[in-house]
């Protein structure tokens, strides 16, 4: 078997100033990769552009924005050099000057609309002028003015405000950047309803974006609430109980609850969209329930019988721990009360201990003589017990585990027995 020959598709897509994109025919088939900065054809010279697209993934952009592969695509030149990077950047430089001196031109003929930006041809020979106006504008004196003071080929184009919201670009309430300007081409109507069915609240500043319409991305979940809305019932006029008219005041699409205000209480009460659709039925019917919750009054009783039963339950559960921690208190009084009575005290003393095993060295740490503490000789040391006690102090040292204290001040010392 051999390899599998690829068709290549010949098309590539160009990216050029303010999300801009056309489609051009790479004839000499050059080695493009995404971002190359590329020389193209245009009506009037060349222009200069930078990969965004290849492959068959344009041949699918194509079909979706529904161009024709045909002889009206222009052809891609060359990679861009050095050479004609810097002719195009000093045609970019001529941009914001342009734009603040046809501002003024504008003000001073009268005309009513918005210029929004300028991009010109790489090739110095041209300049295309977007702007956005509410009403037809006549701006054939506009165009003897600006191809006379700027020496070049002047083109107007009228742009919506989402596309003018797209070319300047900024960073949405969502923290990310706008979808216009990055991938957002086919901008659909928008309509206060997908706010309703979405349980928006109404309000302008939070719905619209920064072109200020509403909000492209209300149309991107719409469907799913549309779906989800069908499985809720319809209320036309409110639910007729015998506490008094409920009206609906809130809808959770997907928990399925809506939540009810009985004669216009500030208390809401929620029920499920199923519950809802029984008591229509039964308000067909002519029939009217006790309260949203029960259809009648002796309803009522069983549901408190089963609360009461719930509550007996979880006093038994709680009862048993109660009577153990009552049962550790009473070991904790007997063990405090014999602390703290003397005689129990000393019929404890007088009891025999138990005699400590040899080979199990005691944990309780043995405190320092207080003549040896102080730094002065035990008085006992005198006395014939001398070396038995000397005898003992070397023991206790051995298994003295911390150093002994220093003296606090060393001129304050016990009188020695002269």
């Not at 598709?9 to 025919?25: L, T």
């Not at 006790?290 to 549901?303: G, M, S």
């Not at 035990?378 to 017990?385: D, E, F, T």
Request: aromatic residues 6%; proline residues 4%.
């Amino acid at each position: 078997m051999g390899i599998p020959q690829v068709d290549n598709f010949d098309i590539v897509e160009i990216k050029f100033k303010g999300g801009r994109k056309g489609y051009y025919r790479n004839i000499d088939y050059l080695e493009l990769n995404t971002g190359d900065p590329v020389v193209v054809a245009s009506s009037t010279g060349h222009h200069i552009g930078y990969v965004s697209l290849q492959g068959e993934l344009v041949r699918l952009q194509m079909q979706k924005r529904k161009i024709r592969d045909d002889d009206d695509i222009l052809k891609v030149y060359r990679i861009a050099g050095e050479k004609d990077l810097e002719k195009w950047q000093n045609a970019k430089n001529r941009e914001i000057p342009t734009l603040y001196r046809t501002r003024q031109i504008i003000l001073e003929l009268g005309l009513k609309m918005k210029l929004s930006d300028i991009e010109y041809q790489a090739d110095n020979s041209k300049a295309t002028f977007y702007y956005s106006a509410d009403e037809r504008v006549d701006f054939r004196e506009l165009i003897k003015v600006l191809a006379g003071e700027f020496r070049i080929r002047v083109e107007m184009k009228q742009i919506s405000l989402r596309q003018e919201a797209g070319r300047l670009g900024g960073v949405g309430v969502c923290g990310r950047e706008l979808c216009c300007s990055t991938w957002l081409v086919d901008f659909k109507n928008v309509s206060t309803s997908a706010a309703r069915y979405q349980n928006l609240s109404l309000n302008p500043s939070k719905l619209s974006g920064q072109c200020g319409r509403l909000k492209c991305c209300l149309n991107y979940e719409l469907d799913t609430y549309l779906e989800a809305i069908k499985d809720i019932p319809k209320l036309e006029k409110p639910l007729q109980t015998e506490q008094g008219p409920a009206r609906l005041q809130k809808t959770d699409i997907f928990r399925r609850l809506m939540w009810f205000s009985v004669n216009n209480e500030s208390d809401w009460q929620s029920i499920s969209c199923d519950r809802v659709a029984e008591i229509q039925e039964l308000n067909a019917k002519g029939e009217t329930v006790f309260n949203l919750q029960v259809d009648n009054a002796d309803d009522i009783e069983d549901l408190a019988a089963k609360s009461n039963l719930e509550l007996v339950e979880l006093d038994k559960k709680f009862a048993k721990k109660k009577k153990g921690n009552r049962n550790q208190r009473k070991s904790r009084n007997k063990r405090n009360q014999g602390r703290n009575n003397p005689e129990q005290k000393a019929q404890n003393s007088n009891q025999p201990k138990a005699e400590a095993k040899p080979n199990q060295p005691s944990n309780k740490k043995r405190r320092k003589p207080r003549g040896q503490r102080s730094g002065n000789q035990n008085p006992q040391a005198k006395s014939g017990n001398a070396p038995e006690q000397s005898k003992s102090n070397e023991g206790n040292q051995k298994k003295r585990k911390f150093p002994p204290r220093k003296n606090r001040d060393s001129n304050n010392k016990h009188p020695k027995n002269e």
